[in-house]
């Protein structure tokens, strides 16, 4: 059970290091227009691209195979700074401040990053699930 325990903690090490290695890399994924698609030149919400209501009986939507499959479809989508920003905050639960250490970026970047990555995210899971 002991060696069990060290094999995952060993292999999970070695997925955050992909992740936060990979932040450092030309992005290739993502959307930098992300505010250009979504508001308009008055910071006003363009036609159509409002955020949806989303239905109130969803349950725990983790439990849900189609929206975990929308969720990591979603999150491959995501620039690697994005998606490692996203990851350390949300699923890893460290702190800002080192979350902004340990990926090099200011607390205003940081802030930035996760702005235009929860909105792609909200608009690629709409799309990927609500819509469906």
Same mark, same amino acid.
């Given at each position: 059970m002991q060696s069990k325990n060290m094999v995952f903690s060993i292999?999970?090490?070695?997925?955050?290091?992909?992740?936060?290695?990979?932040?450092?890399?030309?992005l290739v994924n993502g959307d930098d227009n992300i505010f250009?698609?979504?508001?308009?030149?008055?910071?006003?919400?363009?036609?159509?691209?409002?955020?949806?209501?989303?239905?109130? *009986? @969803?349950?725990? =939507?983790?439990?849900?195979?189609d929206f975990r499959n929308v969720w990591h479809h979603c999150m491959s989508k995501l620039h690697a700074n994005w998606f490692s920003a996203i990851q350390l905050k949300f699923i890893e639960e460290k702190n800002d401040e080192h979350i902004c250490q340990e990926l090099?970026?200011? *607390? @205003?970047?940081? =802030?930035?990053?996760?702005?235009r990555a929860k909105l792609q995210l909200r608009k690629c899971?709409?799309?990927?699930?609500?819509?469906k």
């Open positions: 292999l999970n090490n070695k997925i955050n290091d992909y992740n936060h290695s990979s932040y450092r890399k030309p250009e698609k979504l508001f308009d030149e008055n910071n006003k919400w363009k036609a159509g691209e409002r955020p949806q209501i989303w239905p109130e *009986d @969803t349950g725990n =939507l983790l439990d849900n195979d090099g970026i200011t *607390d @205003t970047n940081f =802030l930035q990053i996760l702005h899971v709409e799309l990927n699930w609500l819509n």
